[in-house]
Each structure stands twice: as structure tokens, then as C-alpha cells.
């Protein structure tokens, strides 16, 4: 369960002190605004997206339960049926047979008992032979505890599920005398041991400032017991929300892996979501099945400065194992970064962003992300751009598509890295810094090249994506650094001092591991009215910015390539489509 919007001062911050192990613990709260609904025929339209996934209006967050049950994919989501702020949260139920298209059911799970009266928080499903799909939750009790709870489908043979029931047996975990009870959330998926007959969970917390995972075993899916050693902690890092740990194969590039998977050839993902920063961050390591402990490999740092699912506007997320396609898919969450006064006019905040399959890099330090291809269905009309040489402070615009709702993908050739500059080793960890320092417009040797995405003809407003190519003084290969800046997004002005009547306007930064011996780098990017979620290289860097332009909206949008570096870059190949509206999104959503 994430908090709700990152930045903002609030109108009302509820302090709710937690008597439970002696921790004091705070939520954030418009008290004023989490019931004030908006009417369907009042929603505003203005930057709401038009192929991704969100309800028709109110509030939305984390993508709980992804899962495929008898053909039908099934996404449950933390909702606001009542306002467009964070509150009153359920678990809404949307269902779709091709991932593209959604209808939305009565919500699966919602406060009604004693372990789940104070709010129903996030959780996952987990496919158990005899049993059918089962839900893990966390449920808040009457004195703010955090418990972990279950609930079951009511009629197995439905394959919508419609109606979920809360047995009476539970909660199924609590915090003991060790554990933060203000700070433990988010059951993970289980997998099942075949060697030792256990099931086996994480919860996330934390322990003063040390972000923790504990694990818990069940040979019943019932009772759980709590193992000896959290599978994996680490200090200075915070709350570790919404984790998840799954296999990904060392040599299939092209299928997933179950949760379970226990054979040879795989390494392990352990993401968490850190309440502190409110990023993303993964390792990869060895997962030990007897000592039930988790061991980064050590390629990169295991905290702040970790490896990211996505450098930008992404949080919450989740994967699920789609056995019908063998792939693993991620599905997260990117709150508004306009202010929440403007949310509660338009009536709407959140979207999930457009699924992901997940692959270990060939090198296998890394994994690498890319949309899924369901998604190339909703393409329309293509235009094309090859062998297009941009000279230093040239750009080229992308005619002929609606460039507020299109998917471009983009290749560049920046031949010769002669004139890269030097890359300075103290920004070796600070990619975002190094971003601010030398933007789009900030001149150098080899870029800034890229795309500049919901603008105005004359860039009065814009979004740019883009590279930057240094090279490593002591091993003279390439350091790309790759940004996608949201300053210039809006001419929308600051209306107060207050940082809730202001938008959040970010760069996002962060490297791309690439060779570039042939001189090619990839940029695709998905651009939808309010967001632009970008693909560097394939996927091995990806960053999502949410944008909210004033003059650059809907047919008055433009998008261009340009390259404001010395070295001459040419656009090798350049497809863009224009993507149309699935045929339901979300109808019946309430």
C-alpha cells in the first residue's frame, strides 16, 4: 500500500499513534476531499489518457493482484469510489481477455470486518492447486494495526470471480513483539517449495530505519509461520512497500518463469518500493531454498543508488506469471503530478501505466522492459523517417501523426564519439544531478539528441526525452546518460507558496548500459495526452513522466527530433503511430 501524493503539504495530516510495539506512524489525508465525488457527465477530459488504464473518474493506485484465471486476465487496484484524493480505499476489479480491452466489476474486497475495518491495503493472488486463486491483503484493524489477511473466490467455476469472501479464520499473519506494527504491508505472491511441501511469502517493513522482507511458510495456505531471518534486509533504506521476488532466466531470452520455478539457469528479483524516496529499486542475486535467504549478486549497489523498473514516475508495482504466453508481466502505478486542488476539479487522479514484460539482460546484470505486444494492436496510421542527419541545434518535426497519442520508436546513429566529453566519475551514482546540469538545450560533444514530445511549435512548451553520450576516462567506452525533463512541460503557473498549489514538474535521469560499437541507440515512447513513458535501448532504461501542458494539447501538440550536440547524429529509422482508443476502457467503474 503506497501513500498517497508524493510532495504535497496537506490539507489535513491525521496523526494516528500506534500502540502496538511503541511506534508512532502517520498517514496522509484529505479529509476534506476523499468523499468528494464528481459526477461522470463532470469529469474533465482535459489530459486524461486515452489508452491507459484508469477508471472513468476518482482516485486509483497500486495494481494489486494481476492474474490470468481461466483465460480472463484479472487486475484489482487500490480505488477511491468516492473522490479523486487518496481515501476510502477498496479493492476495484477489472477484467479483460486481451489486456487491451477492460471492464470493470463490483469491487472484490472492501473494509466490513473486524481485521480489514480501517482500510482493505495492498496484497497479491496466488494460484493454489485445490484451492483456486487466493488473495493476500493487508487489512487495518480498529486500533491501526496492519495485519495480513485472506479471501477467496465464492464460486471457483465463474471465471470473472466476481464475488470474493473474507473467511472468518483470519488474519492469517500479525506483527509479533519484533515486528513494526505500523509498517507491515503488502504480502507478496507465494511460491510453492516442491522439496519441503511449503508455501512461502514476504511482508514488507522495516526496523528503524532498515528496510526488511520477512518471509512465511504454510503448508496449508492457512497457517504461517514466521522464519527464523527476514530474507533479506538493509539498512538506511526505510519502509520497503510492495515487494516482489520472482525468477527470471539466465538462458531463455524470450519466456518468464513461474514464482516457483526452483531449477537451474536463474537468478532472483527482489524489488521494493521505498516509502522514503518513493522509487523503485531491484537486485539481482541467488536465492537460497534451504537457508530461505537471499543474496545480491553485488554488480550494483543494493540501496538508494540501485538498479530501478523505471527511472521516473512509477510506483507500487507488481508482476504476475502469464502461463498462457509464458511471460512475466509488470504492471505500475503513476500518481498525478498536477496539485491535488486541480485533481479534485477534474475529478480523476492515477493510471496504470501500460504493462511490461520482463527479460534478463544477455548480460545478465540487468533486466530489461518492454510494453507488451498487445498493446502494437491499437496502432492506426504510420508515418516514417529514415537517414534524416541532424547538424548541431537542428530538429526535424514528426508530421502527418496526433502526436498527444502516439507511439514513436526511434533509432539514432551518432557514428564517431570523438567529441564525447569526459565523464566525470563523481556523477557516477547521481544521474539525476548530472541531468539538471546539462540539459536538452546545455550544448556538448555527442548530444543532447532525442525527441521532443508534447510541444508547442515553438517550444513554448515541451517534453524532452533524450541521450547524452560521455566516454570513461580510464576505459574510454561510453557513459550514456539518458533524461526525460518535465520543466519545460507547462506554462502553467505557481498559484502559492504551498507545495499543494504547486504542480510537480521533475526531470527523471538515469544510464543506459550500451556499447555503442555500431553507433545505434533505440528511444521509444509512449505518449498519451498526460504521459510519456520512454524506452532507452530497448528497454534496458526506462523513465515515465506525467506532464500537463496548457498549449501543446490534443491536435495542437507537435513532436520533433533534434540533437543539440557537435557530433552530427542521423535519425536511422523513425516509425510513429497514431494509437486509437481501446474499444472499452473501464466501463461500469463506479
Known sequence: MSAPKFGYVLLLIVLINISNNGVDAFHKVFKKLQSKSTLLESVSPLHRTAYHFQPPRHWINDPNAPMLYKGVYHLFYQYNPKGAVWGNIVWAHSVSKDLINWEALEPAIYPSKWFDINGTWSGSATHVPGKGPVILYTGITENQTQIQNYAIPQDLSDPYLKTWIKPDD?????????????????????????????????????????????????????????S?????????????????FFPVSVTDKKNGLDFSYDGPNAKHVLKVSLDL?????????????????????????????????????????????????????????????????????????????????????????????????????????????TNQKMEMGQRFEVQGITPAQVDVDVTFNVGSLEKAEKFDESFATKPLELCNLKGSNVNGGVGPFGLITLATSDLEEYTPVFFRVFKDAASNKPKVLMCSDAKPSSLKKDTGTDAKERMYKPSFAGFVDVGLLDGKISLRSLIDHSVVESFGAKGKTVITSRVYPTKAVGEKAHLFVFNNGSQPVTVESLNAWNMQKPLKMNQGAK
Not at 545480491?296 to 549497489?301: E, H, I, K, Q, S
Open 170 to 226: 483470519n488474519p492469517i499473519v500479525k506483527p509479533d513483539n519484533g515486528e513494526n506494527g505500523s509498517a507491515f504491508r503488502d504480502p507478496t505472491t507465494a511460491w510453492f517449495n516442491k522439496k519441503d511441501g511449503y508455501w512461502r511469502m514476504l511482508v514488507g517493513s522495516k526496523r528503524k530505519n532498515r528496510g526488511i522482507a520477512y518471509m512465511y511458510k504454510s503448508r496449508d495456505f492457512k497457517k504461517w509461520v514466521k
Open 228 to 244: 527464523k531471518r527476514p530474507i533479506h534486509s538493509r539498512k538506511k533504506t526505510g519502509m520497503w512497500e510492495c515487494p516482489d
Open 277 to 385: 524516496t518513493r522509487y523503485e529499486y531491484y537486485t539481482l542475486g541467488t536465492y537460497d531454498t534451504k537457508k530461505d535467504r537471499y543474496r545480491p549478486d553485488g554488480y550494483t549497489p543494493d540501496d538508494w543508488d540501485g538498479l530501478r523498473f523505471d527511472y521516473g514516475n512509477y510506483y507500487a508495482s507488481k508482476t504476475f506469471f502469464d502461463d498462457k504466453t509464458n511471460r512475466r508481466i509488470l504492471w505500475g502505478w503513476a500518481n498525478e503530478s498536477d496539485t491535488v486542488q486541480d485533481d479534485t476539479v477534474k475529478g480523476w487522479a492515477g493510471i496504470q501505466l501500460i504493462p511490461r514484460t520482463i527479460l534478463l539482460d544477455s548480460s545478465g546484470k540487468q533486466l530489461v522492459f518492454w510494453p507488451i505486444e498487445e498493446i502494437e494492436s491499437l496502432r492506426g496510421k504510420n508515418v516514417q523517417m
